[in-house]
């Protein structure tokens, strides 16, 4: 009885392995950046969200005001402001006051209570704090920011997304993480020019206007962030 030659493979046959295998490594190489890139803003968002969260604990012995409210005196920046929170002992480690891709980062180093002098020193905070706020404040009030080209009002960033490691960078995209006074955190679309469209962007009130909409003149007038400290 006569037996079935064998079927061998031919160059077509693999021809069309090697095209599947080439194109899933294409797809692979292509979908690896938007997931790093995804990861690293969900690490910034979580940083920022645990800042919020930090100041609120703050808040709670303090008559609900944030750490610059109540030594307004004594905060000239972003990163003396936060600094009280490692002196009340709410915060123990720097690493949530950076941010992937950021060219202000955290060394470690604290110091020792009671002053903490070496936490937050120059260089080392990425984020930005709205200046005067307390937990009772609007929930939608942009809190915490990213670090912009400009502390005042408004702030500015570098809406290329290719900004690269240095002040008032986005992501790609054009985008920059907003951390909201009742703790939630996104990344949300700037302007060609640069500036957030505060009049739109977050919940309406129940008067049906934004958050900065429902400011009076002289509060509008005073908006401005505790800038950071740069080496």
């Not at 702030?155 to 690269?164: L, N, T």
């Not at 949300?188 to 049906?208: A, I, M, Q, Y």
Request: aromatic share 8%; proline share 6%; with cysteine.
């Amino acid at each position: 009885m006569n037996e079935r030659p064998e079927r061998r493979w031919g160059c077509l046959q693999w021809s069309i392995v090697l095209a599947v295998v080439l194109l899933g490594g294409m797809l692979i190489a292509s979908f690896f950046p938007m997931v790093s890139r995804q990861g690293r803003q969900t690490e910034g968002v979580n940083n920022c969200r645990q800042i919020i969260m930090s100041l609120k604990m703050y808040a709670r012995n303090n008559g609900s005001a944030y750490p610059d409210s109540v030594h307004y005196e004594k905060a000239a920046s972003s990163n003396q402001a936060f600094r009280r929170l490692f002196q009340e002992g709410i915060v123990e480690a720097e690493g949530i006051f950076g941010c992937s891709n950021s060219v202000f980062v955290p060394d470690g180093k604290i110091g020792n209570a009671p002053g903490f002098t070496k936490a937050l020193t120059p260089g080392e905070c990425h984020w930005m704090l709205l200046k005067s706020q307390t937990d009772t404040s609007a929930g939608d009030i942009p809190v915490v920011v990213e670090n912009a080209l400009n502390a005042s009002w408004p702030p500015r960033w570098d809406a290329s997304g290719e900004s690269g490691r240095k002040r008032g960078r986005s992501w790609p995209g054009g985008k920059i993480l907003i951390g909201r006074n009742d703790g939630s955190v996104a990344a949300e679309k700037l302007r060609p020019d640069g500036t957030v469209d505060w009049h739109s962007s977050g919940d309406l009130g129940p008067d049906g206007k934004s958050w900065i909409d429902s400011l009076t003149p002289e509060q509008g007038g005073s908006l401005s962030y505790w800038d950071i400290e740069e080496k």
